[in-house]
């Protein structure tokens, strides 16, 4: 991800505990690293936790303009569905992580007016009232299996 907030590009790697990022012009040899110190974290029944910790996982950052906010969504996939043989990956959950500049990353399922559009390639984070038919604190996923929306705040962990 760009982000125009710090003028460089930001990659979130180890399993989303860190968070390199590059300016080109001063450290394009030596990035900035940020260790991520997770808090408010959702408490999981056993179901949940085995149902997530059984999925393919991926993180993703994006940044909001007009807040300035980072965020890291760690989507989780599983294979579920087959159609006409043909297996597919279902998003079986989300979890949303606001940053700040101390590596914080502090659960929420309240983005406010934010959307966010998630997709394998480059997602990105709008208000939802720029967006026709889009309502507030909504992920909407676009992927090869699925196209679907998540309500943040309709998300049950237990």
């Not at 012009?25 to 997770?38: A, G, M, S």
């Not at 996939?77 to 959950?93: D, N, Q, V």
Request: proline share 3%; charged share 30%; aromatic share 8%.
């Amino acid at each position: 991800m760009y982000s125009e907030k710090e003028d460089m590009f930001r990659i979130v790697g180890s399993g989303g505990h860190l968070v390199g990022s590059w300016d080109l012009r001063k450290h394009k040899y030596t990035p900035k690293v940020q260790r991520l110190q997770f808090q408010n974290l959702p408490e999981l029944s056993k179901a949940k936790r085995e149902l997530l910790y059984s999925c393919n996982t991926s993180e993703h950052l994006v940044e909001s303009r007009t807040t300035g906010e980072t965020l890291m969504v760690k989507w989780y996939k599983r294979t579920s569905k087959t159609i006409h043989g043909i297996e597919r990956m279902e998003t079986k959950a989300l979890m949303v992580f606001k940053i700040d500049e101390e590596g914080n990353a502090v659960y929420t399922q309240d983005i406010g007016d934010l959307c966010i559009f998630l997709t394998m390639t480059e997602s990105f984070c709008v208000p939802a009232c720029s967006v026709r038919h889009m309502r507030p604190n909504r992920v909407k996923i676009m992927d090869v299996d699925e196209i679907t929306i998540v309500d943040l705040a309709a998300q049950k962990w237990n």
